[in-house]
C-alpha cells in the first residue's frame, strides 16, 4: 500500500496550464501503475490518464487527450499530470492513485488514493 499526496491545483483561466503532482510515499511505488481521476461537481468521479510504473506506456482519456501528460519521476515518488489549454469543463478535484496493474480504468482497479486538489478553470 502507498501513500499519495496530490498538489497544484488551483484557479486558472481558461487555455491556461497547470501541472499536479502526486508524491507518494512506499518502497513499492516504482512498480506500481499510477493514475489520474477527476471528479466535478454533481458528477461521477472519470478516469483521466495512467502511467506505467517505468513510465514507458500511458493511456489518456478522450477529452483530454492532446491536452494533459502523464509523467512519472520515481527518483522522486512522484506523479506528474500536467494539463494544458484547460478548458472550464476540466474544472473538478483531481485524484491520483495506484492501480494494482496496467490497464484499469475503472475506480475499482485502484488500491489506494490521495485526497484530491481542486483544479477550477474560469471562462
Known amino acids: 500500500q502507498v501513500q499519495l499526496v496530490e498538489s497544484g491545483g488551483g484557479l486558472v483561466q481558461a487555455g491556461g496550464s497547470l501541472r499536479l503532482s502526486c508524491a507518494a510515499s512506499?518502497?513499492?511505488?516504482?512498480?506500481?501503475?499510477m493514475g489520474w481521476f477527476r471528479q466535478a461537481p454533481e458528477k461521477e468521479r472519470e478516469f483521466v490518464s495512467l502511467?506505467?510504473?517505468?513510465?514507458?506506456?500511458?493511456v489518456y482519456a478522450d477529452s483530454v487527450k492532446g491536452r494533459f501528460t502523464i509523467s512519472r519521476d520515481n527518483a522522486k515518488n512522484t506523479v506528474y499530470l500536467q494539463m494544458t489549454s484547460l478548458k472550464p469543463e476540466d474544472t473538478a478535484v483531481y485524484y491520483c492513485?495506484?492501480?494494482?496493474?496496467?490497464?484499469?480504468?475503472?475506480?475499482?482497479?485502484?488500491?489506494?488514493w490521495g485526497q484530491g486538489t481542486q483544479v477550477t478553470v474560469s471562462s
Open positions: 502511467i506505467s510504473g517505468s513510465g514507458g506506456r500511458t
Open positions: 512506499g518502497r513499492t511505488f516504482s512498480s506500481l501503475p
Open positions: 492513485a495506484s492501480a494494482r496493474s496496467y490497464g484499469f480504468t475503472a475506480e475499482r482497479g485502484y488500491d489506494a
